[in-house]
């Protein structure tokens, strides 16, 4: 079975900052992928970045980069130069061989201006 | 990436009605899912539904509660049976693109049930 687990309910940023949002997975497979999903009030879930278990290197996506620790079963989220429409909530998620995404609990982003 | 078409986007029903949520995407993929995602929680998967094969269910999800149909490889169906207000949620779907590479979701469903 997989867990994901998002330690942070709530986080803020003044725009223009950084920040970096927790999670934390445990997994009994050797190939599985990790995603970061941002949903806005608008309920649609977005894509934000997608990391292989087996790539050493953490997966950047322009202001978007992660901090894969796979030793530690740690991938966090950072999230550069903070914009309003950044505010959402974001779900980090696992897949495996069963190919269903088991997501985490949810970080609701606030973007200060 | 696959782009897929969610209805209705909102529903509100009377308890021991049923509703029958659709998705159409528009390309052909292997698998798809179906989520719920109840108030201020996260998304939790109700059933994978494949083509030419009965869905397979969850832990805490039945057939007769949410059956699933998947006639081809570009729609599939999930259905609200019997509602009771604790099924009030948002209902999303979701399809594999192939591999583990992308999920693309539906835009959701919010159900109420009155």
């Known amino acids: 079975a997989q867990t994901v687990t998002q330690s942070q309910p709530e986080m803020s940023v003044q725009e223009a900052e950084t920040v970096t949002l927790s999670c934390t997975y445990d997994t009994s497979e050797s190939d599985y992928y990790l995603f970061w999903y941002k949903q806005p009030p608008s309920r649609q879930m977005i894509l934000v970045i997608r990391q292989e278990a087996y790539k050493q290197q953490n997966a950047t996506e322009n202001r978007f980069s992660v901090n894969f620790q796979k030793a530690a079963k740690s991938f966090s989220l950072k999230i550069s130069d903070s914009q309003l429409g950044d505010a959402a909530m974001y779900f980090c998620a696992n897949s495996g061989s069963a190919r269903q995404l088991t997501f985490g609990s949810g970080t609701q982003l606030t973007v200060l201006p | 990436s696959a782009v897929i078409s969610q209805k209705p986007s909102r529903d509100i029903c009377q308890r021991g009605t049923s509703l029958t949520i659709q998705c159409q995407v528009d390309s052909q993929v292997t698998m798809m899912f179906w989520y719920r995602q109840q108030p201020g929680q996260s998304l939790t998967l109700i059933a994978t539904a494949n083509q030419g094969s009965e869905a397979t269910y969850e832990s805490g999800f039945v057939i007769d509660k949410f059956p699933i149909s998947r006639p081809n490889l570009t729609f599939s169906t999930l259905t609200v049976s019997n509602m009771s207000p604790e099924d009030s949620s948002i209902y999303l779907c979701?399809?594999?693109?192939?591999?583990?590479?992308?999920?693309?979701f539906g835009s959701g469903t919010r159900l109420t049930v009155v």
């Open positions: 979701s399809a594999s693109t192939g591999g583990n590479y992308g999920y693309t």
